[in-house]
């Protein structure tokens, strides 16, 4: 009797391993969000040059999502959907300077409901409260300072290091709560690129110094951008430096081990050889619409796993709290994905992303976005289809990384039934009813208008 007892008891703990290890150790939930970081500038999904050795020891005890995207090209709108689960159409917020609705429920009130502190640190003013982002939050840090690394640039943003330090100076004022959601916002990586002169330095090559001694710096000369370029992957590896002394105060804390760490981009950027150079917004190529993502659990912890599995932000709230055993609102756009194993799904589950430049829409009713860029993944497919330039592209992207070769016109049956149906999802998806019908709020302020300007979206 007490054989088949003992028998029934490791049968039980066998099938509910990962619920009863769960619940034991997680307390605390850290979201780091890579303001305009293309995944592809990250050594741990394959730069050769660029060095990120904090994000790159993340990566090998955590799942790495290879195949992700962001469902909008721009912060607020895309940060909206990472805490709400929803696509930008539905929730409200088609762009940066919109007000949220208060109708979204967001991640920190989720779990602020559940018991846990939520505290904010903001890098830019894209973010900003004025726009309800800071909704769920007890603690809401913008102190937005003059300085960007070691340059007078903006008051509307702050560098990675002032950031870093508004965290520790938050843990040093206090005692660490029993559950504590932590969302740090860095915006380094976001143009004007402006790093120390010594991030600077890491990356100039033979090119670009004899280029800096000609003079030869007008803003269209090939030399200026490259230089532009260096800088980028300069600010990447400033932010990376200022991410590992977070990391490494969290761990002094005994933090870390008790945590689910989710570090993910809003959007990647378009460089020299891109599109459009040095922006985003206006286009849902790959450059811009592929993100970072990657999660921390303990059961990835020493294992450094890979999905190769089509995910966008929206999925990553509903997988959040099914991780956490925390039922999710019912009209979510996003899906629940394993956190702790390189599970794939069929390919036949598509994903949606927008633009949201240029901004073509009168005040006539319609979405914000309607003429703008916008496309549909399925499986190593992709159909773009952007109006106000009545242009269609579809690549396969398993072959075609860089989208170099569009399909749109192939005579192959089964790649003009691919385009057909992928057609249909997109024009269905964009034309569905909302879930709510948000009212669509603009931030008419002389104030908003005036930094949203400055840092270059206005």
């Known amino acids: 009797m007490l054989g088949i007892i003992f028998f029934i008891m490791m049968l039980i703990l066998f099938l509910y391993r990962d619920s009863i290890f769960r619940l034991l150790p997680i307390k605390h939930v850290i979201i780091i969000s890579l303001d305009t970081t293309r995944a592809d500038h990250l050594g741990c999904y394959g730069h050769p040059r660029i060095r990120t050795p904090s994000l790159d020891a993340v990566a090998k005890n955590a799942l790495v999502f290879d195949n992700a995207i962001s469902v909008s090209s ?43 502190e939520t505290v904010g640190f903001i890098g830019a003013f894209p973010l900003s409260k004025w726009f309800g982002f800071a909704q769920g939050f007890d603690v809401f840090d913008e102190a937005f300072d003059r300085y960007v690394a070691d340059q007078k640039v903006s008051v509307h943003q702050r560098s990675a290091a002032a950031v870093t330090d508004a965290v520790v100076k938050y843990f040093k004022s206090g005692i660490l709560p029993e559950h504590l959601f932590l969302f740090v916002h860095y915006y380094d990586p976001h143009n ?52 590992e002394r977070l990391l490494n105060f969290l761990k002094k804390l005994e933090m870390l081990d008790e945590s689910v760490l989710i570090i993910t981009s809003d959007h990647g950027e378009n460089m020299l050889w891109d599109t459009h150079p040095f922006s985003h917004g206006w286009d849902t190529y790959q450059a811009v619409i592929k993100a970072v993502c990657m999660i921390r659990t303990p059961e990835t912890v020493g294992t450094g796993r890979i999905s190769e599995q089509l995910t966008a932000n929206i999925d990553i709230l509903p997988s959040l709290l099914n991780y956490l055993r925390i039922s999710a609102h019912p009209h979510l756009d996003g899906e629940c994905l394993s956190l702790t194993e390189p599970f794939n799904q069929s390919d036949d589950r598509p994903r949606f992303a927008e633009c949201t430049k240029p901004e073509k829409c009168e005040d006539n009713g319609t979405w914000r976005n309607y003429l703008n860029a916008r496309c549909v993944y ?81």
Do not use: C
């Open 74 to 116: 721009t912060t607020l709108p895309s940060h909206t959907s990472l805490f709400s689960g929803k696509y930008p159409k539905n929730h409200g917020t088609p762009a940066n300077g919109y007000v949220i609705d208060l109708k979204n429920i967001m991640l920190p009130e989720i779990l602020k409901e559940r018991g846990f």
């Open 378 to 458: 399925q499986g190593s497919f992709k159909y773009i289809y952007t109006p106000h330039a009545n242009l269609e592209e579809f690549f396969n992207i398993s072959q075609d990384p860089f989208e170099k070769q569009n399909l749109i016109t192939s005579t192959d049956p089964k790649i003009s039934a691919q385009i057909e149906s992928m057609k249909k999802e997109l024009a269905q998806w964009f034309h569905a009813t909302p879930y709510w019908h948000y009212e669509v709020k603009k931030d008419p302020s002389l104030e908003t208008i005036q930094k949203l300007e400055a840092l270059g979206y206005l």
């Open 192 to 243: 004007p690129y402006n790093p120390p002169r010594l991030y600077k330095r890491l990356f100039r090559t033979k090119y670009t110094r004899k280029g800096l001694k000609s003079g030869n710096l007008t803003p269209d000369s090939k030399v200026a951008r490259v230089l532009k370029t260096q800088a980028y992957e300069a600010e990447v590896t400033y932010m990376d430096r200022h991410i």
